[in-house]
């Protein structure tokens, strides 16, 4: 298992960190946070940069949250990216929100200058860029299914389809009053006709097999926005019966091996793709936030082709 650090090491930081060359100064914040690969590909990013400065783990639990990003602002930190269960959470703990990040309700990435903290959401268009990478496909054209629609990642992905007004959007939470919330920010969205017929453009549906196949033979692409597939224990978040060969699939967790749910996309013969592009892109977004300078693509794709 890779190293990481904890609360307990930034309250000791000093005498902690004092044998650590080059000195670390960004971060991912998670609870589960050993999977992540963003110190890989940041970490290639800033040599290839010559930016003498190194990424971290930070195995940080939620009542841990606030105390963990102001001692990373007081310690020096240049920024940190946020990952579950921390997006939507970690708002009141910066000083300023980026307008776009305010609507979608959740940031990504914390940037720290002059002693204030910024914070950012890089997925959205992280997410556009990996669509359009994958499957060759700008997402103003599709009809999308988001399943989780409530946590960070399906707000900034739903907001994304907003922003490049798709064609549809079916937004799914097992908690239906959440995807129902949803749809009711993005209503003025989606309010001009693109679909040909009567069905809206803009739907919350339940997460059940009898609304969802419906809703599929309308949908060209799915997203999995759960935090499913994270075990490799954890079954698809979609039965492999409800996948049709015509479907796209993105699942933004990414692992060595597929996902339940890419495995049965694969079975029915459906196109499918993991998170590790919109991993790339939105890590690059957030290195240009951080340094203000281009980030080193090729170096950071590289790191992530070698895992």
């Not at 930081?13 to 650590?20: T, V």
């Not at 919350?204 to 196949?213: K, M, P, Q, T, V």
Request: charged letters at 20%; one cysteine or more.
């Amino acid at each position: 298992m890779k190293q990481f650090f904890t609360l307990a090491d930034l309250r000791d930081w000093n005498n902690r960190a004092r044998e650590i060359s080059p000195p670390i100064r960004l971060c991912v914040l998670g609870d589960p946070v050993a999977h992540s690969l963003s110190p890989e590909m940041q970490n290639a990013a800033l040599r290839e940069s010559n930016i003498d400065m190194q990424y971290a783990l930070f195995q940080i639990a939620p009542d841990e949250l606030e105390p963990a990003i102001r001692l990373m602002r007081e310690l020096g930190f240049v920024g940190l990216n946020l990952t579950v269960p921390h997006k939507i959470a970690a708002l009141p703990f910066v000083d300023e929100i980026e307008e776009q990040a305010r609507k979608i309700g959740a940031i990504n990435t914390i940037v720290f200058r002059e002693n204030k903290s910024s914070g950012w959401n890089t997925d959205g268009p992280g997410f556009a860029r990996a669509i359009r990478e994958e499957f060759s496909v700008d997402l103003r054209d599709l009809r999308v299914l988001l399943l989780g629609a409530g946590g960070g990642a399906g707000r900034a992905v739903a907001y994304q389809c907003a922003l490049e007004n798709c064609e549809r959007l079916v937004l799914v939470d097992r908690t239906f009053e959440k995807a129902q919330a949803l749809a009711r920010e993005l209503a003025n969205c989606f309010s001009g006709p693109r679909v040909l017929g009567p069905e809206a453009r803009l739907a919350a549906s339940r997460w059940n097999d009898s609304e969802l196949r419906t809703q599929l033979g309308r949908t060209d692409l799915v997203v999995n926005a759960t935090t499913v597939g994270l075990k490799h224990s954890d079954p698809s978040p979609l039965s492999q019966a409800l996948i049709a060969p015509h479907l796209m699939i993105y699942d933004l967790i990414y692992r060595q091996t597929p996902t339940a749910l890419l495995g049965a996309a694969a079975s029915a013969g459906a196109r499918g793709a993991n998170g590790l592009t919109m991993l790339l892109h939105q890590g690059a977004l957030a290195f240009e936030l951080w340094f203000d300078r281009p980030a080193p693509f090729a170096a950071m794709r590289a790191a992530l082709t070698r895992k």
